[in-house]
């Protein structure tokens, strides 16, 4: 049982190009999210996925996509990058967020860099 | 719009201190409130969830406690020990909003216990 999973480590890009980063969970969980930690910033909210075959936006979703491949997977795209998306972005997975007693758990994140 | 707010930013003690962290929010309309610890270059863990109808969580030499109505936890540690050296993230969940299962997070306190 690995948890939640994010691929790759990391990872530098110079301006412009593009990538995708992976997130896979095996707890059968419904509920998949996208965070970025800035230094000083905390935690935001990029994208989540509350259920197999939904997105939606979170607080700062622009320059970014997601895809809810299936139940396991949802990756993050970055179709142009730019230096204000350097940042460590982790993925996390919740069984129901519907329940008060819900907790996430997280991957040990991607350390992006874009120069 | 929630805002969590972590005080101290950093903390230093000697080994075998009782110490406490203090989070506050500025919405009480919340269902749960996580402490989760971060160690360097790693993702986050789950340390106590309180739900909203709850008063405290104690987890070993951990106790949180959460003041719903004046917007307050806080995480005290007992006998501190140079392995709780860690950043320590305070997040809740709203009740209210378009955005299931998200989490608001403080930036979170550095801690360092030295032998």
């Known amino acids: 049982n690995a948890g939640v999973t994010q691929t790759p480590k990391f990872q530098v890009l110079k301006t412009g190009q593009s990538m995708t980063l992976q997130c896979a969970q095996d707890?059968?969980?419904?509920?998949m999210y996208w965070y970025r930690q800035d230094p000083g910033m905390g935690l935001r909210l990029i994208y989540y996925s509350a259920s197999e075959g939904t997105t939606d936006k979170g607080e700062v979703p622009n320059g970014y996509n997601v895809s809810r491949l299936n139940k396991r997977e949802f990756s993050l795209r970055l179709e142009s990058a730019a230096p204000s998306q350097t940042s460590v972005y982790f993925c996390?997975?919740?069984?129901?967020?519907?329940?008060?007693?819900?907790?996430?758990?997280f991957g040990p994140g991607t350390r992006l860099l874009v120069l | 719009k929630q805002e969590v707010t972590q005080i101290p930013a950093a903390l230093s003690v000697p080994e075998g201190e009782n110490l406490v962290l203090n989070c506050s929010f500025t919405?009480?309309?919340?269902?749960?409130l996580q402490w989760f610890r971060q160690d360097p270059g790693k993702g986050l863990t789950s340390l106590l969830l309180i739900q909203s109808s709850q008063r405290e969580q104690t987890s070993g030499r951990l106790n949180a406690s959460l003041d719903k109505s004046s917007g307050r936890s806080t995480l005290y540690i007992a006998a501190s020990q140079p392995g709780d050296s860690a950043t320590y993230l305070c997040a809740v969940r709203p009740s209210r909003g378009s955005t299931l299962g998200r989490l608001y997070f403080g930036r979170g306190t550095q801690l360092t216990v030295w032998p």
């Open positions: 996390a997975s919740s069984e129901r967020p519907a329940s008060s007693q819900e907790t996430q758990y």
């Open positions: 919405d009480s309309a919340i269902y749960n």
């Open positions: 707890m059968n969980h419904n509920s």
